[in-house]
């Protein structure tokens, strides 16, 4: 790994009580290139600008996937990754289904671990805060032959991220549009999955509603996803969210809601989510409450679900009776080493997170 630190930090111009999320990147960055059928060095270097081409084939064939993931950091100013094997395997099950070529543990969990420890000082301590962590990979080949690139860049960048409160919102449950479709890219982290959700997301917010609840491509009669998140459904005390598949996400989050709940002694049924089902569950008065899951703003609270024009009302919540913001407390708490961590999720950065992977 080579590694070239920046002369010039930025750090001093990051204030921790007044940034935006996924506009402000640390110092530093890690930057692979593949070429002639290998990749190369793995560098970390100052964050920065590469000139590219209109030309590249990432931009003009969408071949590019990406993960999420996040980094904090205790009150000793310790650092912790949360299962960052899962991300790795995943970006490598993106690539191959996008047909680029899978990246390698020290390009990515050696990459990320040594960014984390020199960017350290980026990561904010305190309640809430955390560092949002973007590795991807895109193809960088100058050509226009529609076919699969020769060269490509991986690259992870990260940005300092808070806990905002986010009200409950009000999604649509599609009837028309779809994320994805059998023997689809649904279940990759493909960047042309969240471009194709933004027209219709602009729809619904048109209609006032902020997010989609994505529905089955091929008859729309059952839940698959919530804007770019997992979704979960409480009907009685039991939580409901569709198994993944080719079309579904299998979100690290989703997991780990999953195997909270069930720790708790929730009943957790992972399976088909029918719409009917859940309106039912409104008519009957035992919907209690849906959400979304995801690594960015972990769960997103829904207050209303729309459905063929009629906007259905769900019940207001204490936190301490929702599922949904007592399960995200035990996540956060977790992640952020102020809680146990019995399923061992939990890596301390500068003890090897490639072997602990
Ligand atoms: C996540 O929750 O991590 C996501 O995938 C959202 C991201 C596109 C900001």
Redesign the pocket.
Known sequence: MIIQKTSASRIDTFDKDNFSF?TTFTDHMVVCEYEDGKWGDVRVMPYGPFPFTPAMMGVNYGQAC?E??KAYKDKDGDVFLFRPEKNFERINKSAKRLAMPEVTEEMFLKGLETLMDIDREWIPQGDGFSL?IRPLIFATEEALKARKSEKYMFAIIATPAKAYYTAPVSVLISDFYSRAANGGVGSA?AAGN?AGAFYPTDLANEQGYEQIIWTDDATHSYFEESG??NVFVRVGDTIYTPPTSERI?D?V?RDSFIQLAKKRGIEVVVDKVPVDFVINAHKEGTLKEIWG?????VTSQFEAIGYHGEKLMLPVLSEEESYAASLKNELVGIQSNLLEDPFGWRVLVGEGVAEKA
């Not at 899951?293 to 703003?297: I, Q, S």
Request: cysteine-free; charged content about 5%.
């Open positions: 996924g990406f999420g993931m949002y982290k969240y770019t998140m996400l979100g989050t899951v995801g690594t960015a703003v």
